[in-house]
Every structure is written in C-alpha cells, then in structure tokens.
C-alpha cells in the first residue's frame, strides 16, 4: 500500500503502522488518520499477521490533532463526502468533530487482531485518546502524556481518563491538562510498561512477537471477550455521553476567545497564552503569560482584579 503520512510495513507475524510527519510532531490531520484506519485494516485482512504495532517517526508519537490543516491536503483514504475519515456517518451537525473523533476509534476497538502502541516523547490530547483505543500501551519512561486542549478549548473529545486512570487522577488529567511521565502512566495503570527510550523497539518487538505465538482466531476472541465487559459496563454510552459533553462545552461563554486568538496573533500566540498559567508546553517558551486575565470573567475588561489568573 502507498500512504503519503504513515509507513506500512510487516515482519513474519507483525504489522507496523509508524506515523511519519516527524517535522511537525505527527499531527493527527483527516489523511492520516484515515491513512492509519486503513492501514490496520489491511494488516486485519492479512492471514499472516497476529500483531499491529502503532508506532511513530521522529522526536514525538504525536502532538495531537492538527490545529494547523493543509487546505489542499487531499487522501484516497478520506470520504469523498465529508473529507473526513469514514465513520459511517458524515457527521454534518455543528460541533460534530468529537463524535467522529470517538467513532473514528472504535474502528481499532473492534479491529480482530490485538493492537500494541508505542509512544515516545509528546501523546497530547486527540493522541493520548489515539492511543487508548489501541490494546495495549508500551511508554517511554520520559514520554509527556497530557491534554492541554481542557485549559481553554474544551472538555476531552473522548472522556477515556476514568476508564484508565485511578478517580483522582484521572480528574487531574481532565481538570487541569497537565502531563504525565510515561513512568507515572505505567503506575496509574493507563500503560503497560514504561521503559528508557533506548529499549522501547526492542521490548516491543519481543512482546509482539510473543504474543503473535497465539492464533488468530483465539487473538481475536480474547480480545473480544474483554472489550464486551468493558462494554457491559457502560464504555460505549460513557464515552458517547462524552462528545455531547465537550460540544456543549464549546457554546460556555468564553469559548470564543481560543479561537479568537489564534485568528489575529496566529496558533503559536493562542497556544502560549493558554498554556502560560501553567508553564509547560508552549508556556514553557514565553512567560508573558504567566498572569492573565481569565478568559470571560470580564470581556473587554483591562483591569486587574476577578479577571486576573495567577498561577
């Protein structure tokens, strides 16, 4: 198969999809998204593979959902229709983006073979939920794995956290965005293992190849046989309850302001304002943002008081 965002490749039983636009942290655009659906698709179809590996190229798994598209980026993997990933819905409706964010993902959810994810540096935001629909997760010890999108932007498209992290945890998570060390992710249990970076491939590697010792009928009902418990506890309407959630959170009354920051100063601007509070991600780069005004609590306001966000 030809993809222009992804590599597709196999070893004896394994199947390895890498993302492959290193140069802007792997963003997770329509294309390679679908490009990503289609491939596991391909490697579910093969008789020969046991095991998906989803891994990526470069410094960072991924940076999350691309806020920067390329108006001219076309895929022969995207729906004609909506130019989206097909999902089985074009998902026409304003705000719609979440659900098919979730439905996107339960294709890996019920894909019948066992998907491993390999993540390295940055898992942000639509990455980390890319990330928890895969069977299981192997981390690098110094991975960050957070959701800075709750600070300003809105709730988590898909509300994985309580299904994956210890209650005070996860609320952490979805509260303030902050990230995780692959190291601390293994201990809250969202991980499998977490390892140095140097030993990831090789570890990887060893387990897939284990694992891919069982056949594939088998693979493929004992993973069905946990995915319906998950499922009888409510996973499917949880996380669709969820999108609801995050669309309604886009109409609260400073939803705006992201939004209009990054029109008239650019994303970067937007983001360091949204992240300077807290002095990670792109706050890490300016301090100008350190004590803001809080978005909403005075529009049009210069003055200091109730408006003002210290961190």
Not at 139 to 165: K, L, N
Not at 261 to 280: I, M, S, Y
């Amino acid at each position: 198969m030809e993809y222009n965002n992804i590599l597709y490749e196999t070893d004896g039983r394994l199947a390895f999809v890498t993302l492959n636009r290193p140069e802007k942290l792997n963003p997770l655009s329509h294309a390679l998204r679908a490009e990503v659906y289609d491939a596991m698709k391909e490697a579910e179809a093969n008789p020969d593979i046991g095991v998906i590996i989803l891994k990526s190229n470069g410094r960072a798994f991924s940076a999350g959902y691309d806020l920067q598209p390329d108006p001219d980026e076309e895929s022969n993997y995207t729906s004609h229709r909506s130019g989206m990933p097909d999902t089985g819905s074009t998902h026409p409706q304003h705000y719609d983006w979440s659900r098919h964010a979730l439905m996107g993902h339960w294709v890996i959810w019920e894909l019948a073979k066992p998907v491993i994810c390999q993540i390295h540096g940055y898992c942000l935001a639509g990455a980390t939920e890319l990330a928890s629909m895969c069977d299981l997760r192997f981390v690098a010890e110094d991975a960050r794995i957070g959701y800075p999108p709750v600070r300003a932007m809105g709730t988590m498209d898909m509300m994985w956290a309580p299904w994956f992290m210890p209650p005070v945890k996860a609320r952490e998570f979805a509260y303030t965005g902050d990230w995780f060390t692959g190291e601390e992710m293994e201990r809250y249990g969202w991980a499998n293992y977490s390892l140095p970076k140097a030993d990831l491939d090789e570890f990887v590697i060893k387990f897939a190849r284990r694992l891919g010792h069982i056949d594939n009928d088998l693979l493929n009902y004992n993973k069905r046989a946990v995915n319906r418990q998950f499922e009888i506890m409510g996973m499917r309407t949880g996380l669709m309850s969820g999108t609801d959630v995050e669309a309604m959170s886009k109409h609260r009354p400073a939803a705006s302001e992201f939004g209009r920051r990054v029109r008239e100063e650019g994303l970067k601007a937007a983001l360091e304002w949204r992240d300077g509070p807290f002095g990670d991600f792109r706050g890490e780069y300016t301090s100008k943002y350190r004590n803001r005004k809080l978005a909403g609590a005075n529009p049009g306001s210069d003055k200091p008081g109730d408006s003002d966000y210290s961190q």
